[in-house]
């Protein structure tokens, strides 16, 4: 959950120059490392477990077997009145989002749209800070009015899939402070994390195998199985084939000039990108991105997926970056605390501005030396 604010607000302020990838940049293998670093210091121990674990010094994760089960098994006279009207809320779900003739991806893609699309994470101090309930870490609270946190996120769509008859579980970071799910489809694990496309459903983060999703997650690979799978990666699915790594500009122009601009999209290439081009492949996609990530609001993450046979293919993510938060409720003594954490591991990408004003506390932005782009 802290990931996300600070790889957000990191996304922001490097945006004119860092670009996600399999092979990350040595600038952004550096600012994720400081992230992570700031990210221990809210982090418990490590827990070789499933569930019945604290995340974040503060949200548990409980398991749900027993409603899944009730459902499956048609029996409810075992489950406490909270479990039955969280029952009764899922199956509402079910009956509207799954429909007969559904393939096992479909299904899983529906419930991942609703969560993505219809949930909200908050938006106050922090995403781990509910407003509307104490109970945005379970199913009866996220079902029931639609806020949550990570643990919500996850532990919701491990109900809904395991209802469905999926093998599910809930995954926690090594740091304790973030959820994400995997998920089985045709004997193949893959990771699926709905709270870092909530309210963007851009499907970055649906159907990953282990090496896209440590891009952004590290969790213990000891404990929860291997996830291999890329079949049913959203990039795979829907990738366009291109001439070669020198079309890759005219390809993401024409998608980001299109009148409905994809919040994903993806190609592969008729002539392979072999390791002496690989390089320059990257070279065109930092540029690209340097070029559009240019601080007015969206932001495009470029990945590279390694296929078999030595194929790789490009996939772009669009985000949206734009500020929607007030930052101005957030009380005085956090904004500094806030504030020293970040500028004690980045003083050369943070300076303080007293142009820019959230309430009594001075906004942030970030200056390659030409250019100033404020943050959020």
């Given amino acids: 959950m802290f990931?996300?604010?600070?790889?957000?607000?990191?996304?922001?302020?490097?945006?004119?120059?860092?670009?996600?990838?399999v092979n990350n940049t040595l600038a952004q293998k550096k600012i994720i490392e400081d992230v992570n670093e700031i990210s221990k210091r809210y982090s418990n121990e490590d827990v070789a477990s499933e569930d019945d674990v604290t995340i974040a010094g503060e949200f548990e994760i409980k398991s749900t077997r027993q409603i899944s089960d009730a459902y499956i098994g048609g029996d409810t006279s075992a489950l406490s009145e909270r479990d039955k009207e969280t029952l009764d809320m899922a199956k509402a779900v079910i009956k509207?989002?799954?429909t007969d003739g559904m393939t096992d991806c479909?299904?899983?893609?529906?419930?991942?749209?609703?969560l993505t699309s219809e949930m909200k994470f908050d938006s106050g101090l922090l995403t781990v800070i509910p407003q509307t309930s104490a109970d945005s870490d379970n199913p009866f609270g996220v079902l029931k009015n639609h806020n949550a946190v990570c643990v919500g996120y996850a532990t919701t769509f491990r109900l809904l899939m395991q209802m469905l008859g999926f093998d599910c579980m809930v995954v926690h970071n090594t740091d304790l402070t973030h959820t994400w799910n995997l998920i089985k489809l045709d004997g193949e694990w893959y990771h699926t994390d709905c709270y870092m496309d909530s309210e963007v459903s851009n499907y970055c983060n649906f159907n990953m195998n282990d090496d896209l999703c440590s891009q952004n997650h590290d969790w213990n690979r000891?404990?929860?199985?291997?996830?291999?799978?890329?079949?049913?990666?959203?990039?795979v699915m829907n990738c366009e084939e291109i001439e070669d790594l020198y079309s890759i500009p005219e390809f993401v122009n024409g998608k980001i000039n299109e009148d409905d601009i994809p919040d994903s999209f993806s190609c592969s290439f008729r002539k392979k990108i072999d390791k002496d081009s690989e390089i320059v492949a990257r070279y065109i996609c930092d540029t690209i991105a340097a070029t559009l990530n240019n601080g007015e609001g969206e932001y495009y993450e470029f990945r590279w997926i390694a296929g078999e046979d030595g194929e790789y293919i490009l996939w772009v993510c669009r985000n949206d970056y734009s500020g929607e938060y007030d930052y101005s409720e957030i009380p005085d003594d956090i904004l500094e605390k806030a504030n020293a954490a970040i500028e004690e591991q980045f003083p050369d990408y943070l300076t303080p501005s007293e142009e820019y004003d959230y309430g009594e506390t001075d906004m942030y932005y970030y200056t390659d030396g030409d250019n100033t782009y404020a943050a959020g």
């Fill in 106 to 114: 479909e299904k899983e893609e529906a419930i991942y749209k609703y």
């Fill in 3 to 21: 990931e996300k604010i600070l790889l957000s607000v990191i996304a922001v302020i490097t945006a004119a120059s860092l670009v996600f990838g």
């Fill in 96 to 98: 509207e989002y799954i």
């Fill in 222 to 235: 000891d404990f929860f199985p291997a996830a291999n799978g890329l079949k049913y990666n959203y990039a």
